[in-house]
Structures are given as structure tokens and as C-alpha cells.
């Protein structure tokens, strides 16, 4: 697989933005936008979208190939809870459940074959649009056409890979600002310690400082009893008989 085809790959952020636009715009999102007025405005959303989606970091395609990819993408989530007998949990993407629940979920089988067909219609038709403000060149669009031959589930893989990252990075980011919050809290706590042992310190000190005054005050207490002594055996021995 070249890189080119990688590439093609719509991003993350371009198919969130497309199932944005079709929950905004449910009518197209279900295809169900028929007749000459149903086609003129999907026409106009879907240049819309195209121009959104295009803005968007990810891979430049022309609108026939946003058309195809939409239509694809709603194919294969159909298909992958069909096969598992309409259970829904076999899909583990959160865009795969959501397209499901906006778009699938209350389709019955007709619908689902109808709004296929008039998206297979509308994307035939496409091909006599003028997309010349959508693309730089035709040559381009010849381009970009094959490279969405791509299997959407190479397409899903991807997203799910691109979903898993970001889950993961921002399991990552919270452990990060815990350990960030928890060494604050350490160091504040430090902080406290060395607080509390300095002032343990210098209470020390002043009681070493008391003992020493007692001390000195028991020293000349001492001294002055002696000299007491000696004065009082002095005026004793001194005195008449």
C-alpha cells in the first residue's frame, strides 16, 4: 500500500464532522432527499459538507468521493450488525454505534435498500456537477477518485486505531496531572515538615538557652551560700568568749 493511498485516508476529525453535518441534516444523513428539489439541495449540502470536511486536517477529496465514502461507511455498519443477527454491541467504534443509532437503527430493510439507492443514484448523477470551486484541478479529482478504493474496514481500522490514541493520550494527560497534583502535595507537605522542624529548632534552643540561664543562676547561688559560710565561721571564730 503506497503512501499516497495511506494518506486518502479520512481523518479522525473529517468523519466526526461528517456525522455532525448528518445529524444536523438527517434528511441526508438517511437519504431520503428525492425528486428535483430533494437533488438540487443535496447537491447544495453536500458541496457544503465537502467544503467543511476539506477544511478539515485529513486528506482533500472531490465531493463524489465524500458521497461514496458516506455511503460505504453506512454500508458496512449495516452489514457488520446484520451478520452479528442485529446486535449492535459487535460494533466497537463510538462513530461506528453512532451512525448506527442516528442513522440505521430504525431502518427497516426497505428503507435501508431505498436511501442506498438514492445515494448510488445521486453519486452516478454527481459526475455532471461543476466541482471546479471544490478541487484545484481535474486532474487531481482523477487522483483522489483512486485512491478511495480503499476497503472502508482498512478506513474503520484506522479510525479505531486514531480513537484508541486518543483515549489513550488523554489516560495519559489525567495520570500525568495526578502525579502533578500528588508532588504538590508532597511538597507542600515538605514544606510543612521543614516549618515545624524549624520551629521544634529554635524552641530548642530557647529551652537550652533557660537551662543554661538556671545553671548560672544555681552557680552564683552556690558561690554566694559559700562566701556566707566562710563570712559566718569568720565572725564565729573572731568573736570573745
Given at each position: 500500500m503506497t503512501e499516497r493511498a495511506i494518506a486518502s485516508r479520512p481523518s479522525l476529525e473529517q468523519v466526526m464532522a461528517i456525522v455532525d453535518f448528518m445529524k444536523q441534516h438527517p434528511a441526508l444523513g438517511l437519504g431520503q432527499l428525492r425528486g428535483i428539489?430533494?437533488?438540487?439541495?443535496?447537491?447544495?449540502?453536500?458541496?457544503?459538507?465537502?467544503?467543511?470536511?476539506?477544511?478539515?486536517?485529513?486528506?482533500?477529496?472531490?465531493?463524489?468521493?465524500?458521497?461514496?465514502?458516506?455511503?460505504?461507511?453506512?454500508?458496512?455498519?449495516?452489514?457488520?450488525?446484520?451478520?452479528?443477527?442485529?446486535?449492535?454491541?459487535?460494533?466497537?467504534s463510538n462513530i461506528d454505534k453512532r451512525i448506527w443509532d442516528l442513522f440505521l437503527a430504525n431502518d427497516d430493510?426497505?428503507?435501508?435498500?431505498?436511501?442506498?439507492?438514492?445515494?448510488?443514484?445521486?453519486?452516478?448523477?454527481?459526475?455532471?456537477?461543476?466541482?471546479?470551486?471544490?478541487?484545484?484541478?481535474?486532474?487531481?479529482?482523477?487522483?483522489?477518485?483512486?485512491?478511495?478504493?480503499?476497503?472502508?474496514?482498512?478506513?474503520?481500522?484506522?479510525?479505531?486505531?486514531m480513537e484508541k490514541l486518543v483515549k489513550v493520550m488523554t489516560e495519559q494527560a489525567n495520570a500525568m496531572l495526578q502525579l502533578a497534583q500528588a508532588s504538590q502535595a508532597s511538597s507542600e507537605a515538605m514544606e510543612k515538615m521543614a516549618e515545624a522542624s524549624n520551629i521544634q529548632s529554635r524552641a530548642i534552643?530557647?529551652?537550652?538557652?533557660?537551662?543554661?540561664?538556671?545553671?548560672?543562676?544555681?552557680?552564683?547561688?552556690t558561690g554566694a551560700l559559700v562566701d556566707i559560710d566562710a563570712t559566718?565561721?569568720?565572725?564565729?571564730?573572731t568573736a570573745p568568749t
Amino acid at each position: 500500500m503506497t503512501e499516497r493511498a495511506i494518506a486518502s485516508r479520512p481523518s479522525l476529525e473529517q468523519v466526526m464532522a461528517i456525522v455532525d453535518f448528518m445529524k444536523q441534516h438527517p434528511a441526508l444523513g438517511l437519504g431520503q432527499l428525492r425528486g428535483i428539489e430533494g437533488r438540487e439541495e443535496s447537491k447544495k449540502l453536500w458541496m457544503k459538507l465537502t467544503r467543511i470536511v476539506n477544511n478539515i486536517n485529513g486528506p482533500t477529496r472531490p465531493m463524489k468521493s465524500w458521497i461514496k465514502y458516506w455511503a460505504d461507511k453506512k454500508s458496512t455498519v449495516r452489514s457488520k450488525v446484520v451478520s452479528s443477527g442485529n446486535d449492535s454491541n459487535i460494533l466497537s467504534s463510538n462513530i461506528d454505534k453512532r451512525i448506527w443509532d442516528l442513522f440505521l437503527a430504525n431502518d427497516d430493510g426497505n428503507k435501508s435498500r431505498n436511501s442506498v439507492k438514492v445515494e448510488n443514484s445521486f453519486l452516478e448523477s454527481s459526475n455532471t456537477y461543476n466541482e471546479n470551486s471544490l478541487e484545484d484541478n481535474a486532474a487531481d479529482e482523477d487522483i483522489h477518485l483512486s485512491e478511495t478504493n480503499e476497503p472502508v474496514d482498512i478506513e474503520e481500522r484506522h479510525l479505531n486505531l486514531m480513537e484508541k490514541l486518543v483515549k489513550v493520550m488523554t489516560e495519559q494527560a489525567n495520570a500525568m496531572l495526578q502525579l502533578a497534583q500528588a508532588s504538590q502535595a508532597s511538597s507542600e507537605a515538605m514544606e510543612k515538615m521543614a516549618e515545624a522542624s524549624n520551629i521544634q529548632s529554635r524552641a530548642i534552643e530557647r529551652l537550652a538557652g533557660t537551662f543554661e540561664t538556671i545553671g548560672s543562676t544555681a552557680h552564683d547561688i552556690t558561690g554566694a551560700l559559700v562566701d556566707i559560710d566562710a563570712t559566718m565561721k569568720r565572725f564565729y571564730s573572731t568573736a570573745p568568749t
